[in-house]
């Protein structure tokens, strides 16, 4: 964590443990009592009351938290936005470090217990390794965190097979599977939508079978992703019927 410039970089090691790379980066919001120094990830919960309810939260020492921005109650659609819009800038008065719900949930699942956390003063002038990312801002008339992965955020992009599209694919037919998915977003267009598409599985339409294909879509605005397989059919080869000519009689004359 970098406090002259309210960022969190996340290092990945390679396989050796010598070499890291900066992986992720997230723009936080530090309390005045956060000091400087090394620590370790210890407990994590869902949910925790400190100055206000927070989601995702990781304990990194006595009464110290990576948390989610605030929440006026212990339900997701109570995002105080004041708080949501703070992250990165101003300062909370006490010793946590507040993220946006997707990072949070990101440490939250994915640091394990010990990790290390080491937190620098830093300086204005340090360049970083990743750029960090364009906020998200909230729509007025929903409370929840953008950016939470929840699967119940009604900010999450949408991923559905189209009414018209078949599960059952025709003997040597081709076959794509980003024109039979519908995708939406509040924030992103479908085009940004389909290009961040990943594909786990193939459908080979020569071979008559069951498929499974996994479809993963995320919003670059928001980061939150949606996954869904699909199950096709491929029919059997058709079988080739042909009609036997039968060759004209020869008349012969004398």
């Known amino acids: ?45 869902s949910w925790v009351k400190n100055n206000g309810w927070h989601r995702y939260n990781t304990l990194y020492t006595y009464s110290a938290w990576i948390q989610s921005a605030e929440y006026s109650d212990r339900y997701p659609d109570t995002l105080v936005k004041k708080s949501y819009n703070s992250v990165g800038k101003n300062k909370k008065v006490d010793k946590s470090i507040i993220l946006y719900a997707s990072d949070a949930a990101w440490v939250y699942n994915n640091c394990k217990y010990k990790t290390v956390l080491e937190i620098v003063k830093g300086s204005k002038k340090d360049q970083l390794p990743l750029q960090v990312g364009k906020k998200t801002e909230t729509n007025k008339y929903c409370g929840w965190d953008p950016t939470d992965p929840d699967s119940r955020n009604p900010y999450r992009p949408k991923l559905t097979l189209k009414k018209k599209a078949t599960k059952t694919i025709a003997y040597g037919s081709a076959f794509n599977i980003k024109n039979m998915v519908n995708v939406s977003s509040s924030y992103a267009s479908s085009d940004a939508l389909l290009k961040s598409m990943k594909v786990k599985g193939k459908v080979n339409t020569k071979k008559a079978g069951t498929y499974k294909v996994q479809c993963t879509i995320t919003d670059p ?24 000519r039968k060759a004209p009689t020869e008349l012969t004359t004398e």
């Not at 996340?10 to 400087?36: H, S």
């Open 221 to 244: 605005y928001t980061a939150v992703s949606v996954t869904k397989t699909f199950t096709f059919k491929v029919g059997k080869k058709p079988k080739q019927t042909t009609t036997e």
């Open 1 to 45: 964590v970098n406090m002259a410039k309210n960022v969190m970089v996340v290092y990945r090691y390679d396989a050796d443990k010598k070499n890291k790379t900066a992986y992720k980066i997230f723009p936080c919001t530090l309390g005045e009592n956060v000091k400087k120094g090394k620590y370790k990830t210890e407990k994590s919960y």
